[in-house]
C-alpha cells in the first residue's frame, strides 16, 4: 500500500475513500489524545444526560413514530440492541467487498467528526473492520434513504458485535467467528452509538464515492474512443479546433474538445475531400461528454460535503452541551447528484451507440466495409463482421437510459408517516452504479468497433496503423494486446470482457497517455 489514511476528524476525499475500499490505502485511527477526549466527551455527555432522566430521542425514547414512548434510564442500556436487530430485514444480493470497505470508511469519517455521542473504543472498532478486512455482509436493499441507511448499516453494527455475518480470509462466515479469527472481541453498544451507526448516509454516500471515479473516467475515455471513431470515418478534425470552443466557454467542454484535437493530430494525414459536417454524434460529442465533464466538479463538492459531515439524529454538541433534534440523515444531496450523474452517462452510452451504428453501417460510414467486416476471399459474403457487436451495444444503452428517471420523485411515506418524505439516495446510486456498468459496456464495444475501423481505413489508404502515434497509438495498441483484429466471424464475448477488465483496472488502460 502506498499511503494510510488517517480518520482524525479532518476532511477527507473521496479518493481516499476508493483508495481504502480498492485495498490502494491503509487506514489508522488518530491516537492524539486530544482527539480521544475530543469523543470522548460526546459518549460520556450522553450518560449525564440519562443520569438526569433527561429526554434524548433513540436514547430515552422509542425510535421513529415511537418517539412519545418513554425508556427508563435503566432500560436505556437494551435499545441499541434491538434497534440493530430489527432492522435486520435487508434483501437482495449483497454489495461488493469493495463497496462495503467503502461504506465502513464513510460511517468512520462522519462519526470521527465528534457530533454523534460515541465513544472513541467505537471508532477504534469500525477502524478495526477496515484493518483486519472484516466486511459486513450487507444486502443491497432495504433502504429509503430516510432515515439514512438505516437497514443497511446495521448490518455493519451488527458484525461489530458479534452478529450476523461476514465476509473474511475470503470466506462468508459468522460475525462472531470473524472477530474471533483476527483477534477481536464483539463490541458492547453505549446508549447512542447504535442510533449513531445507523442513523446516516454512509452507505449511498460510500457508492457515490466509487461511482464519481468510475464517471470522471468515462468522460476520458469516450473522448478518445470519438478521436478513433473520427479517423475510422474520416471525419472532419475542424469540429474541434480551439477557436471553435473559444466562443462557447464551457470548461469541461472545451477540455474534452482539446483532447480530441490532440489525439487527431497524431493520425497523420487525413483523405483530400472529405465531409464538411459530420454527423452530431462525432460533431457533437464534445458537447455530450463535457455536460458530464463540467458537472464533475459540483459533484465531488455535494459528495464530499455528505461525506465529511455529521449526518446521524440526535446532532450531540457536549462542547456546548447541546443536543439538536433535526434531519441531516436525509440523503437528498446525494440522490440528486446521483439522479444527474446517471442520466449524464448514460447520455455517454447513447453517444458511442450511434458512433457505433454508423461505423457499421456503409451508407454513412466513409467507404469502410458493411459491418467493419475484415473479411476477404471467396468466403468473404458469408462474414458479418460486427453486426451482432452493434445490437449488443443498443440492447444496454437502451437498458441504461431506461434507468435514468430520477429515483427522487419516487418518495413513499414509510414508518406510521414518521418518515413521510424519504430521498430514496441509496436506490439512485444503486441505479447509477447500474449505468456505469451499461456504458462501461457499450465504451468496451464502442472501442473495438472503433479500433476495428481505424485498423480496416489504414489498410485502404496503404497504411498501417502503427503510423498513428501519440495516444491514438497507445490505445490501438492496447486494444489488440486484448482483441485481435476481426478478421473472420468470431465470438467476440472474451474480447470484450477483456477490454471491460482492463479500462477497470486502469493500470494500463486506453486512456494513457
Known sequence: MNRTVVFDGGRLRLEDVADLAEGKAGSRLDADGGFMARINKGADFIDALIERNGTLYGVTTG?????????????????????????????????????????????????????????????????????????????????????????????????????????????????????????????????????????????????ACLNYARAEYLTRLCSRVTALAVVALDGNAGHFAEGLFAVKPFTGMGAVATRIRRDLAQRGPAAPGGSLQDRYSIRCAPHVIGVLEDCLPWYREFIETELNSSNDNPIVDAEQGAVYHGGHFYGGHICHVMDSMKTTVANLADLLDRQIALLVDPKVNAGLPANLSGATGADAATDHGLKALQITASACTAEALKLCMPASVFSRSTESHNQDKVSLGTLAARDCRRVLELTEQVAACGLLAACQGVELRMRAQGREASDIKGGLGSALAWTRGRSAVVESDRSLESDLRALLGGMRERAADPVSP
Not at 435503566?74 to 463497496?99: C, D, I, N, Q, W
Not at 448499516?153 to 450476523?164: F, K, M, P
Not at 464483539?186 to 446508549?191: D, K, N, V
Open 63 to 207: 425510535y421513529g413514530e415511537n418517539v412519545s414512548v418513554q425508556v427508563s434510564p435503566r432500560l436505556a442500556s437494551l435499545l441499541p440492541a434491538k434497534l440493530v436487530r430489527y432492522h435486520g430485514v435487508g434483501m437482495g444480493v449483497p454489495f461488493s467487498e469493495t463497496e462495503t470497505r467503502a461504506i465502513l470508511a464513510a460511517r468512520l469519517i462522519s462519526l470521527a467528526r465528534g457530533y454523534s455521542g460515541v465513544s472513541y473504543a467505537l471508532l477504534q472498532g469500525l477502524q478495526a473492520l477496515l484493518e483486519k478486512d472484516i466486511l459486513p455482509v450487507i444486502p443491497e436493499e432495504g433502504s429509503v434513504g430516510a432515515s439514512g441507511d438505516l437497514t443497511p448499516l446495521s448490518y455493519v453494527a451488527a458484525v461489530l458485535c458479534g452478529e450476523r455475518e461476514a465476509w473474511h480470509g475470503g470466506a462468508r462466515i459468522p460475525a462472531q467467528r470473524a472477530l474471533a479469527d483476527a483477534g477481536l472481541r464483539p463490541y458492547a453498544l453505549r446508549p447512542k452509538e447504535a442510533l449513531a451507526m445507523m442513523n446516516g448516509t454512509a452507505v449511498m454516500t460510500a457508492i
